[in-house]
């Protein structure tokens, strides 16, 4: 199994930027594909982001392309998201994830809250 913390959440004006981090600890961190998805109040959970276990693929959806990159730092077992041009509608619960197969995400963090106010 893999455990998840992340950070790097909080409350930024519209046009601002955060980084969101996912500490990995347990089995060993480049075995797994990750994802960010994220949940607003009232909606369904979408996937935001996904990077192969390289770093080598990556994957937006297209709400957050050209503002949001997904990363990974394979040594420090830690997953990344840089958030640019930030927009009243990227307030969510961010969640990374932790996928064997690329498909189904088995394992996930707690999430963290982003408030973009206009």
């Known amino acids: 199994q893999v455990q998840l913390v992340e950070s790097g959440g909080g409350l930024v004006q519209a046009g601002g930027s955060l980084r969101l981090s996912c500490a990995a600890s347990g089995r060993t961190f480049s075995g797994y594909n990750m994802a960010w998805f994220r949940q607003a109040p009232g909606k369904e959970r979408e996937l935001v982001a996904k990077?192969?276990?390289?770093?080598?693929?990556?994957y937006y959806a297209d709400s957050v392309k050209g503002r949001f990159t997904i990363s990974r730092d394979n040594a420090k077992n830690t997953l990344y998201m840089q958030m640019n041009t930030l927009k009243p509608e990227d307030t969510a619960v961010y969640h990374c994830?932790?996928?064997?197969?690329?498909?189904?995400?088995?394992?996930w963090g707690q999430g963290t809250q982003v408030t973009v106010s206009s």
């Open positions: 990077i192969n276990r390289s770093g080598s693929y990556t």
């Open positions: 994830a932790a996928s064997v197969l690329g498909t189904t995400y088995e394992f």
